[in-house]
Structure formats: C-alpha cells, structure tokens
C-alpha cells in the first residue's frame, strides 16, 4: 500500500478506516471546510483530493489536472488553494478521531504515555531561527505503540508537560526539555505520575528543610556505587516546593568521554566553555519522578526510563516511512493541511506496518 495508492485503488479502504463517508462529511460541514459544491461534488471527493495534493509532488495544476482526469472534480488550481486553506480544522478533527477510536487505554498494568515533540521547516526557510518551523507535539502510548495525541503549532507552541490531557493512572515520560516543576505539580494532581530526565542546573533543588540542596554534591558522594536514589523538593514560581525522587545512574566509562566531549561541544555552540560543573554533570544519567520505590525500585525506573526511545522511533517512521518533510506552500492553512494529512496518514499506516513488519528504521 503507497501514498498514490491510498487515494486512487485503496481509496474505499482509506474512507472506511477514517470513519466513513458520513462522519467525515459531517466533519467538513461542521468545520466548514465544505459548505457547497462549487466543481467539487462532494466533501469526500474534496478530501482525496486534499490527500492527494499534500501526499503528492504533482503541485497545485498537477493535482487539477490528475481530478479532471480521474473525474474527480473539475476545478482550477487557483481554486483548489482556496479549498485546501479551509480543511484545517477538518484535518484536525479526523485525526483526533482517529486517535480516539485506535488508542484505547491499557487495559492492564500502568499506562505508558511517552511525551516528545518534532518539528519541520517551513518553507523557503531552513529550520534555524525564531520564525522558521512547523512543531508537532506527540504523545506516544504503550504498550499499544500507538500515537495517542497530536498537536501541530507553529514556533511559537512551546514544549509542555501538561499540554497532552491527563489519563488518570499514566506515568507520563519525558526528556529534559519537560522538567517544568509548575507543569509537573498540575499533571500529578491530576491522577498521574511522572518520569523525566533531570538537570543539575535547570531545577531548583532543595531538602525538606527549604535549604537549598547541592545535587552535584549528592552525586559525588556516590561515586564508590555509581547510583543515587533519594527523596528531594523541587522549587516551584508558585505553590509549595514539589516533594520528589531523584534518581541517578554513573555512566560506564566507555561512554564518559563521548558525554563530555558533547557537553564540551554543546557550549562552543552558545560561544562559551563548559564548566567542570556541567561536565560532571553529563557524566550521570539523572532522573526526576513520583514514581514510589516501594513500588518501583532504583532498577524498575531505569528501565521505565529506557521505553522513552520508542517515541523516537516513532517519529523516524513518521518522517521515513510517508515521507513528512518541510511542506512546499508558505502559506500558513494551506502548509498546516499538508502537515495534517501527513499526520493522518502516518495513524493510517501504523497498524499496517506492524502487521506487516515493515521496520520503522
């Protein structure tokens, strides 16, 4: 099954998996995206053609001309840009039902919610500076080894712990960038618990007492057992410090170098040195969670920790396998559509490239 496939010879499969003609009908006039016909009969007929635009390389008279040929539509490539402006919403709302209906709750055991984010240039830009990309927020499942929620905004949508909604009972993972103490309060409030990596310098550390707590420190009193577990508070711009658990890991040696010399590296790029601080600092694997030792002991949470690279994966075979890259138009709707139907197809295709071991790398 292709891309050109899924809109021509498999395109009756491709309705009925997004719900069917009546729903996304219903879909597109309640978003708007189709209230008459105008050369296109029908709002299924508008979608293939959306699909095959964004999914294609044929360009705006490309895809007139492939309708018009196929019978699809008869319409101009002028018009055409006007139609596509208007599915966003539309896209949208199928893949959250998309979303709803194929990631279910884990029906035993704890919920694993891997949280991430990927991004793609806009175009005619490279993908550097503050007004250059496309950001699309993840939230990965298992041990379903489904997206469960997708989120696409432009540079401005920062990466947040609490932007995916609560399933109460998750333990929700995530990497560095998601160490948001305020965030982290609200998501455990609200019935889950957390895992995330830490960082010696972005988190206020302190003991029970409110004194500050020297984390570094903590550290090299390990050194002879290469591991830290304990309890800590974390320093929070509103409410009560957070009363956690850290958890640290020495690297092995082979690996320590390699972690230094990327610290080293990383500050050349911010134009200054590492400090020996930060330099130690990479040397550990630090982990911040809610997670109890009683029930989850110093090794459980290591292992938790390592699933986090199966939302990498994910994102490898959403950009590898339907080909999502920087979308071609510089127009805001019409570039948030194509990454949209690249979003929907990649939930399309999920099932099927398990089912048929096709490999994600």
């Excluded at 002028?78 to 896209?91: H, P």
């Excluded at 609200?190 to 988190?203: E, F, I, N, T, Y």
């Excluded at 570039?335 to 490239?353: D, G, T, Y």
Aim: glycine share 8%; charged share 25%; net charge positive.
């Amino acid at each position: 099954m292709t891309h050109e496939s899924l809109t021509n010879e498999d395109w009756d499969w491709t309705v009925g998996k997004l719900g069917g003609a009546s729903l996304i009908s219903t879909i597109a006039r309640e978003t708007k995206a189709f209230v008459r016909a105008r050369g296109i009969r029908n709002a299924i007929d508008l979608l293939r053609l959306t699909l095959s635009y964004c999914l294609g390389h044929i360009g705006l008279r490309g895809t007139a001309a492939w309708a018009e040929a196929m019978g699809v539509a008869s319409v101009s490539d002028v018009a055409l840009l006007g139609r596509f402006r208007n599915t966003t919403e539309w896209l949208s709302r199928l893949v959250a039902h998309l979303l709803a209906r194929e990631c279910p709750n884990a029906a035993k055991g704890r919920l694993i919610r891997i949280l991430d984010g990927s991004s793609v240039a806009k175009a005619g830009r490279n993908g550097q500076g503050t007004n250059g990309l496309w950001r699309i927020h993840a939230c990965f499942e298992l041990p379903s080894e489904r997206f469960d929620f997708l989120e696409l905004t432009d540079e401005k949508g920062g990466e947040r712990i609490d932007r995916v909604p609560v399933v109460p009972g998750e333990i929700r993972l995530a990497d560095a960038a998601f160490l948001q103490v305020d965030q982290i309060g609200d998501v455990i409030e609200q019935g889950a618990d957390v895992l995330v990596r830490g960082s010696w310098r972005h988190a206020r550390w302190l003991e029970e007492s409110g004194q500050a707590l020297d984390i570094l420190a903590e550290l090299r009193k390990t050194e002879g057992v290469g591991r830290l577990d304990r309890t800590v508070w974390l320093g929070r711009t509103r409410g009560a410090p957070l009363k956690m658990r850290v958890v640290a890991l020495h690297k092995p040696p082979a690996t320590v170098a390699e972690a230094r010399r990327k610290a080293k590296l990383a500050a050349a790029k911010k134009g200054r040195q590492a400090s020996e601080q930060t330099l130690y600092a990479s040397e550990w694997v630090i982990l911040v969670t809610s997670l109890t030792e009683e029930v989850f002991p110093t090794d459980d949470i290591f292992k938790l920790y390592r699933m986090r690279w199966r939302i990498e994966l994910a994102f490898k075979r959403l950009k590898s396998l339907i080909g999502l890259r920087s979308p071609p138009a510089k127009d805001p709707a019409l570039a948030r559509s194509w990454i949209l139907s690249h979003l929907l197809i990649i939930l399309l295709v999920e099932p099927l490239s398990e089912e048929f071991g096709v490999s994600p790398s």
